[in-house]
């Protein structure tokens, strides 16, 4: 991995849910010991952050990358945090600013996303971030807790003893994915947690079976970071995974995703 890729990215606009993101990019930072850097883009120039050591001169106001940085610096103390301001549009500054991360991570809705569907998980940000950035793009719901990433527990037991919840890969064989299936081990490794391989497909009609040549299907070689081939990796490891198939009503013709 080029080694200008080595931190974790958060978008930061005030809002809820770019808090919350903010709160998982940061253990997510402590989990892989990479330092952090928040991005808030305006078109308003704004001075570089380096906490805990913030000096707000007097008369200015804190704006939402200085509370996050503050606020960020007192709950992860051990964190190395970095906070830029961007004077440029959100979804162009975030795109580049993923290009140099190893992970961006948004909030799922911000501050601008007034546009997107009613109901819709994703904001249309977020939607055209994780759209056009190259690397892996994480959203984050408002209302993320850190024990939601974590299997429940009985009564009593403390929460941050528990397991996680297994990693999942969305594959597509359509297209390549080897960063894709590399960054999936990765997270799992880290986490100690179980991978979930899902693989989808359409059925084809009897239609479509007499009107389209079938082609063989041959496997393809997929290889994890260790360079042991990736199928025959499955339940072994810390990031052992269990591959399933299912079928779905909708096209698989996208490249493989994480969650």
């Known amino acids: 991995m080029n080694p200008g890729t080595r931190t974790i990215t958060v978008g930061i606009d005030g809002?809820?849910?770019?808090?919350?993101?903010?709160?998982?990019?940061?253990?997510?930072?402590g989990r892989r010991r990479l330092p952090l850097r928040l991005?808030?883009?305006?078109?308003?120039?704004?001075?570089?952050?380096?906490?805990?050591?913030?000096?707000?001169?007097?008369?200015?106001?804190?704006?939402?990358?200085?509370?996050?940085?503050?606020?960020?610096s007192y709950a992860h103390p051990a964190l190395d945090i970095v906070a830029r301001g961007a004077?440029?549009?959100?979804?162009?500054?975030?795109?580049?600013?993923?290009?140099?991360?190893?992970?961006?991570?948004?909030?799922?809705?911000g501050h601008t996303d007034h546009t997107g569907a009613a109901g819709f998980p994703a904001g249309s940000v977020a939607l055209?971030?994780?759209?056009?950035?190259?690397?892996?793009?994480?959203?984050?719901p408002a209302g993320e807790l850190p024990g939601d990433e974590r299997v429940p527990v009985p009564a009593g037991a403390s929460p941050s003893a528990a397991a996680y919840r297994p990693v999942v890969l969305g594959l597509g064989l359509e297209r390549p994915a080897d960063q894709l299936i590399g960054h999936a081990f990765d997270t799992a490794a880290v986490r100690g947690a179980p991978l979930h391989v899902v693989h989808a497909w359409t059925p084809l009609t009897r239609d479509d079976a007499t009107s389209a040549a079938v082609r063989p299907v041959t496997r393809p070689t997929r290889r994890t970071p260790g360079g042991t081939p990736w199928p025959a990796s499955c339940g072994r490891g810390a990031a052992g995974s269990r591959t399933r198939r299912s079928r779905s009503r909708s096209s698989t013709d996208a490249p493989a995703t994480t969650s």
């Open 87 to 109: 004077e440029r549009a959100a979804v162009p500054a975030l795109i580049e600013a993923a290009a140099v991360s190893q992970t961006l991570v948004l909030g799922s809705r």
């Open 15 to 29: 809002s809820r849910a770019s808090l919350d993101a903010a709160d998982w990019a940061a253990r997510e930072a």
């Open 39 to 72: 991005l808030h883009a305006s078109p308003r120039p704004h001075v570089p952050v380096r906490v805990p050591d913030v000096d707000v001169p007097a008369g200015r106001t804190r704006s939402p990358l200085d509370r996050a940085a503050i606020q960020l």
């Open 128 to 140: 055209a971030v994780a759209a056009g950035a190259e690397r892996p793009v994480v959203l984050v």
